[in-house]
């Protein structure tokens, strides 16, 4: 199965979750939850009416895998836009064809180009009566434009949507009535992930959970090698650069909204971790062999005001 790590960025409202939730739908991802007995009737009813867009999703497609990441989608706290942007390869850039560009957008646009991503656009609610595609293609451009982007990040391709409705389409007079013009856009353009399962391991560390029965996770997307239930490992911390020894006691990939435990995961893929009691944001997980952290993530200290 290949791999493919995307985003969503938009402008709260602009539609998401529902984009999130029709590619769920759509794909196979679902069925094969089903099939596995990973869900049963209830679950699946849940997972069907999706109201919040969970923070990882793994959509099925064909034979590859889309490992989507969720961004904020209103004010950034502590610089999460920039730590989930270097996890990805790709991203979408969701816009209203009616609203068009607005301030979350054009936060998000900075940070991606800046990124280095050459963004999808979406534009979505195309089957409102008042949307006026052409003019927000136009605005896109433009902000493209005042942020330096390059010509490679000009060249965006587009993909009209009604996520709403269900479809996605290559131009306007088209009338497709399915969302396969995004998924194949995608798998298309965005690159596959660099890494591989022949070199040392280094996974690191971008978004913490927590699980009743094996405490605290680690959202980590495995840059290079593999990662193994069982393996002895280090964390490298990147506030302190200490390095600790450990094992990795569990680990999980993505389906759907679903958690799985899985024995072992390759190089591209986001997975979720156990077995640092201590883990932080930003840490490296690799072999004892090639104990060296992955670039630090950016980190804010979130800004506290006290009125006495
Ligand atoms: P999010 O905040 O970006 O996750 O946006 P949501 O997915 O929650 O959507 C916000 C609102 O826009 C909801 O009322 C949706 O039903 C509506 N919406 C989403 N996509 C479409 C679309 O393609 N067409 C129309 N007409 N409404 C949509």
């Not at 602009?14 to 939850?33: A, I, N, P, R, Y």
């Not at 239930?229 to 302190?240: A, F, H, I, N, S």
Request: proline content about 6%.
């Amino acid at each position: 199965m290949e791999i493919r790590n995307v985003a969503v960025i938009a402008h709260v409202d602009h539609g998401k979750t529902t984009l999130v939730d029709q590619m769920l739908k759509q794909s196979g991802t679902l069925k094969e939850l089903v099939e596995e007995r990973v869900l049963d009737s209830n679950e699946l009813e849940r997972e069907r009416g999706i109201t919040i867009l969970s923070k990882n999703t793994a959509i099925l497609y064909k034979n590859y895998k889309i490992n989507i990441i969720d961004t904020p989608g209103h004010a950034d706290f502590g610089g999460e836009v920039e730590r989930v942007l270097k996890m990805v390869d790709g991203v979408l850039l969701l816009v209203d064809a009616q609203e068009g560009v607005m301030p979350q957008t054009k936060f998000v646009v900075k940070k991606a180009l800046e990124a280095g991503l050459k963004p999808i656009v979406v534009l979505n609610k195309v089957d409102k009566p008042a949307a006026e595609p052409d003019r927000v293609i136009d605005e896109v451009f433009d902000l493209f434009v005042s942020f330096e982007a390059t010509d490679e990040q000009l060249d965006f391709p587009v993909i009209y949507t009604s996520a709403k409705l269900g479809f996605a389409r290559y131009d306007l007079e088209d009338k497709n009535g399915d969302l396969t013009p995004l998924f194949e856009t995608i798998v298309k353009h965005t690159p596959p992930p660099s890494g591989s399962k022949e070199e040392p391991l280094q996974m690191q560390i971008f978004t913490l959970d927590y699980d009743n029965y094996v405490g605290r996770i680690g959202i980590a997307r495995i840059f290079n090698g593999e990662a193994k239930r069982g393996d002895e490992v280090v964390l490298v911390e990147q506030k302190t650069g200490n390095v600790q020894k450990g094992r990795i006691t569990k680990l999980f990939t993505f389906k759907g909204l679903e958690r799985l435990e899985v024995d072992r995961a390759p190089a591209g893929d986001i997975v979720a971790v156990a077995g640092f009691e201590d883990v932080e944001i930003g840490d490296t997980i690799a072999s004892p062999e090639n104990p060296v952290p992955l670039p630090p993530l950016h980190i804010e200290e979130p800004t506290i005001s006290v009125f006495i």
